[in-house]
């Protein structure tokens, strides 16, 4: 609740399809850019729309404000009516596009600023990138946003790859208590070859007796060639961080995964298409992949080559 013009005002955000709420978006869109700040409603309105995510801000069953979002992060078309400035509206949709974006798995947001509103973005976390240009006749500022997923605990359907699919990985290590299993081809290194993940699987693996890091790989050749933090790892501590080969992947070809626990996974059901699935708290499709895991498990070993190469 908000107060604005001696009145508390509850704002509620909406997701709308363009072929659905164009109407109400045009409406405010055209009051804001149009009739107050000259811009052409050829440039205005534009092609772009049709395949954009639509936000709009209702304060009393009225539609007051509106914002929308590129499938690559780019935000723009903020808009909020000017009874309904300063008062909280803005803020309300841009927390909500934010959050919005990190259930859509982005590694960052971005937009062109009005030189009026750089102060605004600055405040929910954009920064500045380059210099001022022209938009539409008016002075703008680029400026981005990245997300950040290390604590992030909300189901994401489809997050990208490599980012934040990174910081992902690092997510469930951090939730691990006593096992982490990673199916990986040639263990991805923009994955997996990071420093917080090595350290956090070392404090993992010493942490009890129990302890253990599994680590399956289809092709040893890459890290062979490259070197590896997890490789390096494996070897400093072989008794529970173990790195295995196999040549028959069975249910997991074409696949990568993460699985912490009993609970915790990340799922690539199909590395060609680079979409990956975040389930911090899922259980029964833990059980299953860990038994398909399992089972590529047993009839894995250690690849004696990775053991005598001295990276």
């Not at 908000?2 to 072929?19: A, G, N, P």
């Not at 009225?62 to 929308?68: E, I, S």
């Not at 604590?151 to 997050?159: E, K, L, N, Q, T």
Request: aromatic content about 6%.
């Amino acid at each position: 609740m908000i107060k604005h013009e001696r009145k508390e005002l509850t704002i509620r955000i909406e997701k709308l399809d363009w072929s659905k709420g164009q109407s109400v978006l045009a409406m405010i869109r055209r009051r804001v850019f149009i009739d107050e700040q000259g811009i052409p409603e050829s440039v205005e309105l534009d092609s772009l729309d049709i395949s954009a995510q639509h936000y709009v801000a209702i304060v009393d069953k009225k539609p007051v404000g509106t914002a929308r979002r590129l499938r690559d992060g780019r935000v723009g078309r903020m808009a909020v009516l000017s009874a309904y400035r300063n008062a909280g509206v803005g803020s309300a949709l841009m927390r909500y596009v934010i959050d919005d974006a990190m259930k859509s798995g982005l590694p960052r947001l971005y937009l062109h600023a009005q030189t009026a509103a750089i102060e605004f973005y600055a405040r929910h976390g954009f920064s500045a990138v380059g210099e001022m240009f022209e938009e539409a006749a008016m002075s703008h500022q680029a400026m981005e946003r990245p997300l950040h997923y290390q604590d992030y605990s909300d189901r994401i359907i489809a997050a990208s790859y490599p980012s934040p699919s990174d910081q992902l990985v690092l997510n469930l290590a951090r939730r691990a208590n006593r096992t982490i299993r990673i199916f990986s081809d040639t263990l991805d290194h923009l994955l997996f070859d990071n420093k917080e993940l090595a350290d956090r699987l070392s404090d993992l693996a010493r942490s009890t007796r129990d302890s253990q890091v599994q680590i399956l790989i289809t092709n040893s050749q890459l890290i062979q060639q490259k070197g590896h933090r997890l490789l390096d790892l494996s070897r400093r501590l072989p008794s529970s961080v173990h790195l295995h080969m196999t040549k028959v992947p069975e249910a997991l070809a074409g696949k990568m995964l993460v699985l912490a626990d009993h609970d915790g996974v990340l799922y690539m059901p199909n590395i060609n298409d680079g979409r990956v699935r975040f389930e911090p708290s899922d259980r029964p499709l833990c059980m299953r992949l860990t038994e398909a895991f399992d089972r590529v498990w047993q009839r894995s070993e250690a690849d004696p080559n990775l053991r005598e190469l001295g990276i």
